[in-house]
Nanobody
Framework: QVQLVESGGGLVQAGGSLRLSCAASGFAFGGYSMGWFRQAPGQAREFVAAIRWSDAITYYKDSVKGRFTISRDNTKNTVYLQMNSLKPEDTAVYYC??????????????????WGQGTQVTVSS
């Protein structure tokens, strides 16, 4: 059974930092691209960042470029999202997801087939 478990969310002040972790199990983690998405109250889920399985090439939502960094440690079956210079508009539930096994659009949530339960990130002004 594929399982993705996010952790590291919490309440921070604007300008602060958080590091999210996603622990993966039940599949060959190193052979899959991974992504982070977020969903704010009343909003649709949106792409945040992704990292490819084969070469670690990364993709980011424009508004988080330069502030967020996605990385992975295949020896630990874990993908991370380092979030710096947080803004109130970053407040959302953050989800880890497994990319389907192709090279289609990494920014499209419909191209992901497994999801974690989410972790809440709240940024106060």
């Amino acid at each position: 059974q594929v399982q993705l478990v996010e952790s590291g969310g919490g309440l921070v002040q604007a300008g602060g930092s958080l590091r999210l972790s996603c622990a993966a199990s039940g599949f060959a983690f190193g052979g899959y691209s991974m992504g982070w998405f977020r969903q704010a109250p009343g909003q649709a889920r949106e792409f945040v960042a992704a990292i490819r399985w084969s070469d670690a090439i990364t993709y980011y939502k424009d508004s988080v470029k330069g502030r967020f960094t996605i990385s992975r440690d295949n020896t630990k079956n874990t993908v991370y999202l380092q979030m710096n210079s947080l803004k109130p508009e970053d407040t959302a539930v953050y989800y880890c997801a497994r990319k389907m096994g192709d090279y289609s659009d990494f920014r499209d949530l419909n191209k992901y087939d497994s999801w974690g339960q989410g972790t809440q990130v709240t940024v106060s002004s």
